[in-house]
């Protein structure tokens, strides 16, 4: 009898998480009952709003529960089915979380077409994070032509797509990275204008020379000192999208040091989560998944092999240790 | 030959501006040249702006010259005319500054009618201040009915409008005064829900009980200590207006302690300045007019009598000791 193997969140982390948060269970794989399918999971991701999902309370969500299986975006393909929409050997998007099986009632379950690019992308450039950088760039920062837009954890899942979009609306890209690897990505695949490694112990003067004429749109993805600095930079009705600030998941809380720059710049600052306006997803994805289909979307993955090393590739992730979308593959 | 009287700027204060940073200068009226006017300003002005302008950068606008006219809205009287758009007796709006007369090509005046109230009004609830609480209702927090709107500076020029349109849009108004007497005067007069002095030991507990579901719109006036208090009760999609920092033009900073709550509540903070956008400024007024004309505006002044005290004036504004719009008659 096949075996489903899972990770239950063991305990509760304060600060940076260990892999003794986390227990591997083992269980039968399901039956599908009548209306049930069975999915198979390949790719599983790992996304740092985990970590705060992992706290006892005060995010936008409802915590992740202890002994609960660890919640996380799947890509499969059912391997049973009792319901009528769905066939063995068809692929889904699903929140499957971190485990090998999911048993559905079809109801969290989006098929999906084999492209020409591998199913792990479902869960990157064409899937949640892409269509967090477009919610970004088409709702919020709206780039002109000319206009400046910076962007932190530029090579990540979201930066990656966020500083792609800005590119084709024609606004210079200013990338925001850790570490001349992925700065010279940045510059070199992604189309970055300039790329910074935000490591850098002259940060301050190098972003001030790769802004020349300010910012217009920031999208931060990370917080800390490097946001502090941006901030400084802002134009005159300057938009920022603020969609996560995992430099402060696990410490010091990011701040914004001084009000008056919101006033002065007549800027607008906007918190967002994309799942709150499901209606943009179509859009998104469809242009998206046009996009990488036709190899124009860009993209890069860091795939750690097996279930068993979940929790290391996320603790990597929060570290920083990743290069592009961090995916675990299961099959 | 009549006499005009000016304030120039001196000297540039630091922190909170002083006499001395102003000096009484004596010209002789102007005469019109051909297409110009002269207009004998009744009412002056003052408001936390100047302040901003006084120093020598960094703000939205050009700082003010020194040895030049302090700038200032006024209202006034058209007394010599040789301009075919203005004639004698006619009251124009203008910014003629702290000075009793002004010459004016016309470009800059905009005339209003005598209505059932005094001409200062024009300088307040049916001016500036005024225009300046409808953006922020209308264009930033656009409160439904049974949402929460604060208010700092809540009995304020343009606090006490904002109040007013909330509740007119069906939201519960909080308000945020310095002193027992405002915060009555919020409550019994301008028709605020709760009014809370920030100058109580016990701030913070009265501002959570009187936002038991959570704030919705903030419109931002002050800054310090009590906005952190009013961020930390930002209820998802929350609105906050950042249109003055008053508490900071002379000291530290207001902060945002933790970016995180932006995230967290996907909250909208703008900052905004009324004259950015000149196209909204006849539905406004119009609207203003209109509800003051049938009494349905409430509005409070501080009338401080003769140009030499504009100084005192200015400065009791800094230190929150006027009661409503802060108007200097001239006339």
Chains 1, 2 share one sequence.
């Not at 049930?36 to 706290?55: A, C, G, I, K, W």
């Not at 090998?100 to 479902?122: H, I, M, Q, T």
């Not at 217009?216 to 901030?231: A, W």
């Not at 009000?259 to 007549?266: E, G, Q």
Request: proline letters at 5%.
């Amino acid at each position: 009898m096949p075996v489903n193997k899972a990770f239950v969140l063991a305990s509760r982390p304060s600060g940076m998480p260990s892999a003794d948060n986390f227990r591997l269970i083992e269980t039968p794989v399901p039956e599908p009952g009548e209306g049930q399918v069975v999915v198979r999971h390949h790719f599983l991701s790992v996304d740092p709003y985990m970590r705060s999902r992992m706290n006892a309370g005060g995010s936008y969500a409802e915590p992740q529960a202890i002994d609960a299986v660890m919640l996380g975006g799947t890509v499969g393909e059912i391997v049973a089915s009792r319901h009528k929409r769905f066939k063995v050997g068809e692929i889904v998007v699903n929140y499957g979380g971190w485990q090998l099986y999911a048993l559905s009632d079809g109801s969290d379950l989006n098929k999906v077409e084999r492209r020409s690019f591998p199913l792990s992308v479902y869960l990157g450039a064409v899937g949640m994070p892409g269509v967090t950088a477009w919610y970004g760039i088409n709702r919020i920062l709206k780039p002109k032509a000319g206009e400046t837009v910076a962007v932190s954890a530029a090579t990540g899942a979201v930066g990656s797509v966020v500083g792609q979009l800005a590119r084709r609306a024609g606004a210079r890209t200013v990338g925001i990275a850790g570490g001349s690897e992925k700065c010279a990505y940045a510059t070199r695949e992604l189309g970055y204008d300039a790329c910074i490694d935000h490591r850098a112990t002259n940060f301050a003067e190098q972003l001030a020379a790769a802004v020349p004429k300010g910012i217009d749109g920031l999208f931060e993805n990370v917080g800390g000192e490097p946001f502090k600095q941006c901030m400084s930079h802002l134009n005159d009705f300057a938009r920022v999208a603020i969609c996560g600030l995992i430099a402060s998941y696990n410490g010091a809380p990011t701040t914004l040091p001084d009000m008056r720059i919101v006033l002065v710049k007549r800027a607008t600052i906007q918190g967002f989560i994309v799942s709150d306006d499901m209606s943009i997803w179509p859009a998104a994805l469809g242009e998206l998944g046009g996009l990488a289909d036709k190899g124009e979307l860009k993209y890069r993955e860091t795939i750690t092999e097996g279930l068993e090393r979940t929790p290391d590739a996320f603790i990597g992730l929060l570290n920083g240790r990743n290069f592009g979308k961090q995916i675990v593959k299961l099959a």
